[in-house]
């Protein structure tokens, strides 16, 4: 499976961006799909997930701002971000891993959970 972001860029605060997350390669029926961040210094904070079953998490800072979804026919994911802060700063990665143990620790949005990442893409708030 590859993963390609794109849809980072910079923006000021209360602004709005989308990531887009590309998915090629094998398919599998059960997955979960996330989005990851680092900021420079800090450990890398699982931001939103989603199941293949349309089951969605949030970390606490993003909630009722960022909407993780899918279009499962162009097999690609986005983060729709508003409402974005200078501490939403970060390099922002997409994360997939499959299966039925990935479907029921997907909404943990643990990183060790996910077995292809994307390059990621830059997103900076001023």
């Known amino acids: 499976v590859q993963l390609v972001e794109s849809g980072g860029g910079s923006v000021q605060a209360g602004g709005s961006l989308t990531l887009s997350c590309a998915a090629s390669?094998?398919?599998?029926?059960?997955?979960?799909m996330g989005w990851f961040r680092q900021a420079s210094g800090k450990e890398r904070e699982g931001v939103a997930t989603i199941t293949s079953g349309g089951n969605t998490s949030y970390a606490d800072s993003v909630k009722g701002r960022f909407t993780i979804s899918l279009d499962n026919s162009k097999r690609t994911m986005f983060l729709q971000m508003n409402g974005l802060r200078p501490d939403d700063t970060a390099m922002y990665y997409c994360a997939a891993g499959h299966g039925t143990i990935a479907t029921l620790t997907c909404r943990l949005r643990r990183s060790v959970d996910f077995g292809y990442w994307g390059q990621g893409t830059q997103v900076t708030v001023s």
């Open positions: 390669g094998h398919t599998y029926s059960n997955y979960c």
